[in-house]
């Protein structure tokens, strides 16, 4: 097993039910850092709440990156890349949704700003500690959205077909959460332009996940591992099946590969 870089999903995954990082999973990645092997958190959420739960040596040493891929930050690459919705998808997806019948909650993230029409809590669904600032529909329309969220949404086939071919739209959260992005914005393309910026092959990249968001990298890395509570659709394709994300099932990885090495 040669592996070159190692890609991290948070929630489900890294981080255990309660949103914590475990001493353990903590110093199994650190340990993999300090081998030379770079880091790489790819996450759904945004970079204040990654702020908020993410220990702070993993943020000042990981390659960001955020919205499942619309946004890339890393200090020590000087990397900053945004990768937003076309503007006239946005107001058109915005209008469509305004007109269902489901009465869906509609927000807008915008690198690291959240934005709604109105007051929204997702406070226990996303386990966030704020919530979106409320804008006025029009407003709204204009914005660069980095992602669009629904939650209360009963369409989502209707939807699929409407704008499937435009935008890249994700069902996660057990089908309470949708998320809606870039048709370029993916974590596989996020990764897949890190590596090559590295020399790394994909194929030397070890992911660690739980949900549909991540299919696309267990598709496109060598090493897949699925976490023991992760989704059917990525036990199927995993090179290994670990532990659930509240027995610490990143570590468990990662620190048989380090006993490997040190033998080595």
């Given at each position: 097993m040669n592996v070159s870089a190692i890609a991290l999903?948070?929630?489900?995954?890294?981080?255990?039910?309660?949103?914590?990082v475990s001493s353990r999973n903590l110093r199994a990645v650190l340990n993999c850092h300090k081998q030379g092997v770079p880091i790489v958190v790819a996450t759904a959420r945004p970079p204040r709440a990654v702020k908020d739960i993410l220990p702070?040596?993993?943020?000042?040493?990981g390659i960001m990156i955020y919205y499942n891929g619309a946004l890339v930050i890393s200090e020590k690459m000087k990397i900053r890349e945004h990768y937003p919705i076309e503007s006239t998808i946005t107001t058109e997806l915005i209008d469509y949704l305004m007109t269902s019948e489901s009465d869906p909650n509609l927000s807008v993230e915008v690198e690291d700003n959240w934005f709604s029409n109105k007051e929204l809590d997702y406070t226990e669904l996303m386990k966030v500690k704020t919530n979106p600032h409320i804008l006025a529909l029009e407003e709204l329309r204009q914005l660069s959205a980095s992602k669009v969220l629904l939650s209360n949404f009963k369409g989502t086939d209707k939807l699929l077909e409407r704008f499937g071919q435009r935008v890249n739209i994700i069902v996660?959260?057990?089908?309470?959460l949708i998320q809606i992005a870039s048709k370029e914005?993916?974590?596989?393309n996020a990764v897949s332009k890190i590596c090559e910026r590295l020399g790394i092959p994909v194929d030397n990249?070890?992911?660690?996940?739980?949900?549909y968001n991540d299919l696309g990298l267990f598709k496109l890395c060598g090493y897949p591992i699925a976490?023991?509570?992760?989704?059917q659709e990525l036990k199927q394709i995993a090179y290994e099946v670990?532990?659930?994300?509240?027995?610490?099932?990143?570590?468990?990885?990662?620190?048989?590969?380090?006993?490997?090495?040190?033998?080595?």
């Open positions: 999903d948070l929630d489900g995954t890294f981080l255990d039910s309660n949103k914590k702070k040596q993993l943020q000042e040493i996660t959260d057990t089908g309470e914005v993916s974590k596989e990249v070890m992911v660690f996940g739980d949900d976490m023991g509570n992760a989704v670990t532990e659930s994300n509240d027995n610490d099932g990143v570590a468990v990885v990662l620190e048989r590969i380090h006993k490997r090495k040190q033998k080595d």
